[in-house]
């Protein structure tokens, strides 16, 4: 015999199958592992990089650069992950605070996952200005994939003291997150098939640099710089390869950067 179902009862249930429903369209697992991000990191008293961290493949990028607390925009450069990609770069400079910023990737081509810098950015810093705090931020930020397919995005942004000075930096260097992140050893992986990564870092003064890399028990596996190096940006490529020349197992890895008796750590991830 079939029960007689209150009619508020039916609806209730309705109701908790359609939000059900919506909620399997709308956190697919592209969604759930999605995870773009642009942020800003100052290079020097006049640089600021431009980085980015994505999960998707983006093929081309859109935002606009503000600054405040006397801080005078000039041009943005390809560099980093696309600063040898064939990168086109557009901008308009509307004043001297507002800069408006188009990247695109060449044709039916786009940049894989991981993460570190995509550009930089030339500024000054006017002096006499009111305030003690000079601000460059991100508006209308929008990124593509190659079908121009919008992508998910978050935007950082930077903030710093007038009164430290170009020598008032927390450091004198800056280390760069690798790309691409993760990486792997051999051809037709999920992530590319990268063979390599690249570490960069930026020396804003001469010094005595040591550039290591340890595993997670924190044991350095490959030693890739020890001498006294030049103010400048370098690059360097790692093969996940250990100081006996055999290639490493999976896992997490460490780019450790120690200039003088200052360190900065980046988390790398190597799949074979």
């Not at 503000?66 to 041009?75: E, I, K, P, S, T």
Request: glycine content about 10%.
């Amino acid at each position: 015999m079939q029960r007689n179902i209150p009619y508020e009862t039916r609806l209730l249930r309705r109701s908790v199958t359609a939000c059900f429903l919506l909620l399997l369209v709308f956190f697919t697992p592209s969604r759930l592992l999605s995870d773009n991000r642009l942020s800003l990191t100052r290079a020097s008293g006049t640089e600021i990089l431009i980085e980015l961290s994505n999960s998707d493949p983006v093929a081309g990028v859109q935002f606009s650069l503000n600054a405040r607390g006397g801080v005078v925009l000039h041009d943005v450069t390809a560099s980093g992950r696309i600063g040898s990609a064939g990168w086109q770069v557009f901008q308009f400079l509307k004043d001297e605070s507002t800069l408006n910023v188009v990247l695109l990737a060449p044709y039916r081509s786009s940049l894989s996952s991981g993460s570190g810098a995509i550009g930089t950015i030339s500024v000054v810093v006017s002096s006499g200005v009111e305030g003690d705090t000079a601000r460059v931020f991100f508006t209308g930020v929008v990124i593509c994939d190659a079908d121009a397919k919008t992508l998910e995005v978050g935007a950082g942004e930077l903030a710093w003291s007038l009164r430290q000075g170009v020598d008032g930096l927390s450091a004198c260097f800056v280390l760069e997150q690798n790309y691409p992140n993760p990486f792997s050893a051999r051809g037709g992986s999920a992530f590319g098939g990268n063979p390599s990564t690249t570490i960069a870092y930026l020396l804003r003064r001469p010094a005595q640099v040591q550039l290591a890399v340890y595993d997670v028990a924190g044991r350095r596996v490959k030693s890739l710089v020890s001498r006294h190096q030049l103010e400048g940006r370098y690059a360097l490529t790692w093969n996940a390869d250990g100081d006996g020349g055999s290639t490493l197992a999976s896992g997490m890895y460490f780019a450790r950067l120690q200039v003088g008796d200052q360190v900065s750590i980046k988390k790398m991830v190597f799949v074979k």
